[in-house]
């Protein structure tokens, strides 16, 4: 079992930075697929960014070249630098993990944090 606590969500204007961690409880960190998901009410969760244990990372389309992803394995700690942000931003962000896949299916994933909200105001 992996347990995921995510911090660093908040209000924030538009065009601000906000940059959310999501810290594991498992040694095993360094071997998990590590994705960041955002749900808005009334919208499905949707994939935002997601990272492997190489590094190699992916991006919805709607946040590529504002969202950056970036882990470090010496702290059991996923980060997601979100810069430009914008009010289509404001959601409950969590952080996810799995042993199988650099994937955007939620479904793939089998560990979830409990979530943080980050709100951009227009």
């Known amino acids: 079992q992996v347990q995921l606590v995510e911090s660093g969500g908040g209000l924030v204007q538009a065009g601000g930075s906000l940059r959310l961690s999501c810290a594991a409880s498992s040694s095993a960190f360094r071997s998990f697929y590590m994705g960041w998901f955002r749900q808005a009410p009334g919208k499905e969760r949707e994939y935002v960014a997601g990272i492997g244990w190489s590094g190699r990372s992916s991006y919805a389309d709607s946040v590529k070249g504002r969202f950056t992803i970036s882990r470090d394995n010496a702290k059991n700690t996923v980060y997601l630098q979100m810069n430009s942000l914008r009010a289509e931003d404001t959601a409950v962000y969590y952080c996810?993990?799995?042993?199988?896949?650099?994937?955007?299916?939620?479904?793939?994933?089998?560990?979830w944090g409990q979530g943080t909200q980050v709100t951009v105001s227009s």
């Open positions: 996810a993990a799995n042993n199988k896949a650099l994937s955007m299916d939620r479904d793939v994933y089998d560990f």
